[in-house]
C-alpha cells in the first residue's frame, strides 16, 4: 500500500494511515486503499475487530493540497466521479461487518471527521482538535454529512457546519462525536480495552447488533419495525452462536468464540 500501512495481530486489524508529511490529508490513493483495505477487511474471517489509526502530529487534515488543485479544474462530471469515490470510502467503512474504532491520536479536519464518523467507536487523544473546515474554502461538507450529523446531532451540525470554528477534544465528547477522550499515554491502553472487549463478544452478534444500529436509528416505532425486531430475536437464538451463548451461560463456561 502506498498511503497505509495494514498489521493483523491475533483477530484486530490495524489499519494505519501513513503520510505524516502532509498531516493524512488523503487524495485519489489514499481514497482507493482505504475502500479496498475495510472491502477485504469486511470478508476476512480471521479479522474480528478493525482499528483506524494514523502516524505523526495529526489524524487526518483532510484533502490533500495537490488534490485540492486539480479538483478546481474539474467539470461538474469529473466532480460527480470524484465525489463518489470519497461517498464509497465512507460507506466502505460504515457498512463493515466488523466493528471498527477510531484511534484519534491528533488534529481532525474536514474530510478525516468523516473518516472518524464513519467508525462505530471513537477514542481521542484530549490534545486533539477538531474542524469542519470547508465553508472556509467556499465549500460544504456534503459528502461526509450523513455520517457527521449522524454522530454529532443535527444541533451540533447547523454550528460547526457554518461557523468552521476549531473545537477541542472534550467538546467532540460533549456532542457525542467521540465516545471517550484519554491523556496521550492512556491513548493505547483503552483503545486495546475497547478492542478487547469487542473480540470477546460473539462475532456474529456484534455483527448483527451493529447493522441493528444502522436498520433502526431514527426510524418511527411501528408495527413493521417491531416486527422486524421479533424476527431479529427469533432468528439469533436459534442461530448457531445464539446456542452456544446460552449453553455456554448455563453451563458456566467460556463460549466457543473466547480463544
Known amino acids: 500500500m502506498e498511503t497505509l500501512s495494514i498489521a493483523i495481530q491475533q483477530s484486530v486489524a490495524t489499519v494505519t494511515l501513513n503520510r505524516p508529511d502532509v498531516r493524512n490529508a488523503f487524495n485519489e490513493?489514499?481514497?482507493?486503499?482505504?475502500?479496498?483495505?475495510?472491502?477485504?477487511?469486511?470478508?476476512?474471517?480471521?479479522?474480528?475487530?478493525?482499528?483506524?489509526?494514523?502516524?505523526?502530529?495529526?489524524?487526518?487534515?483532510?484533502?490533500d493540497l495537490n488534490w485540492m488543485k486539480k479538483m478546481a479544474d474539474y467539470t461538474h462530471a469529473e466532480n460527480l466521479v470524484d465525489a463518489g469515490q470519497l461517498a464509497a470510502m465512507l460507506a466502505a467503512i460504515y457498512h463493515c461487518?466488523?466493528?471498527?474504532?477510531?484511534?484519534?491520536?491528533?488534529?481532525?479536519?474536514?474530510?478525516?471527521?468523516?473518516?472518524v464518523a464513519a467508525c462505530d467507536i471513537a477514542i481521542s487523544v484530549d490534545s486533539a482538535n477538531y474542524c469542519l473546515s470547508e465553508v472556509k474554502l467556499g465549500l460544504i461538507p456534503?459528502?461526509?454529512?450523513?455520517?457527521?450529523?449522524?454522530?454529532?446531532?443535527?444541533?451540533?451540525?447547523?454550528?460547526?457546519?457554518?461557523?468552521?470554528?476549531?473545537?477541542?477534544?472534550?467538546?467532540?465528547?460533549?456532542?457525542?462525536?467521540?465516545?471517550?477522550?484519554?491523556a496521550a499515554d492512556a491513548l493505547d491502553s483503552k483503545v486495546a480495552e475497547i478492542v478487547k472487549a469487542l473480540v470477546t463478544n460473539s462475532p456474529n452478534a456484534v455483527?448483527?447488533?451493529?447493522?441493528?444500529?444502522?436498520?433502526?436509528?431514527?426510524?418511527?416505532?411501528?408495527?413493521?419495525?417491531?416486527?422486524?425486531?421479533?424476527?431479529?430475536?427469533?432468528?439469533?437464538?436459534?442461530?448457531?452462536?445464539?446456542?452456544?451463548?446460552?449453553?455456554?451461560?448455563?453451563e458456566k463456561r467460556k463460549p466457543s468464540w473466547v480463544v
Open 207 to 250: 455483527r448483527q447488533a451493529k447493522k441493528l444500529v444502522q436498520d433502526v436509528a431514527s426510524r418511527e416505532v411501528t408495527p413493521e419495525l417491531v416486527a422486524a425486531t421479533v424476527e431479529g430475536i427469533a432468528h439469533i437464538r436459534a442461530s448457531d452462536e445464539g446456542r452456544e451463548g446460552v449453553r455456554s451461560f448455563l
Open 29 to 63: 490513493a489514499t481514497i482507493a486503499e482505504i475502500t479496498q483495505v475495510f472491502r477485504q477487511l469486511d470478508t476476512e474471517p480471521r479479522v474480528r475487530a478493525v482499528v483506524l489509526a494514523a502516524n505523526g502530529l495529526a489524524f487526518c487534515a483532510g484533502a
Open 142 to 182: 456534503a459528502t461526509i454529512s450523513p455520517y457527521v450529523i449522524k454522530a454529532m446531532g443535527e444541533s451540533a451540525a447547523r454550528r460547526y457546519f457554518i461557523t468552521a470554528e476549531r473545537f477541542s477534544a472534550s467538546e467532540a465528547q460533549r456532542i457525542g462525536f467521540v465516545h471517550e477522550v484519554v
Open 97 to 115: 461487518s466488523k466493528p471498527v474504532v477510531a484511534k484519534v491520536q491528533g488534529d481532525c479536519y474536514a474530510g478525516g471527521m468523516g473518516l
